[in-house]
């Protein structure tokens, strides 16, 4: 089995209008479709399927993890101007 040549930070914004922030070796929109099945993350059993509204590409899974727990000590303003495209 091969590693993927890209690791994915991605955020989704759940039904309930939460963020999920999370970082896969999987293309961002599969992730999602696992998500959504109720075959990924629980957070999404108490806060409705999700989009994703932001995606980055990491070289490797460990610089992907790392930016997810820098994203996820934000405030909801700053990520919100993150994937608004603004300077956080």
Request: glycine share 10%.
């Amino acid at each position: 089995m091969t590693s993927p040549e890209k690791f994915y930070l991605y955020i989704a914004r759940c039904a309930d209008g939460s963020l999920y922030i999370g970082s896969t070796g999987l293309l961002p929109a599969d992730r999602m479709k696992r998500h959504n099945s109720k075959t990924g993350a629980k957070w999404f059993t108490q806060h409705g399927p999700g989009d994703i509204v932001h995606v980055e590409i990491f070289p490797t899974l460990l610089e992907a993890r790392q930016r997810e727990l820098q994203l996820k000590k934000w405030s909801r303003g700053k990520k919100e101007r993150l994937i608004k495209g603004l300077k956080p």
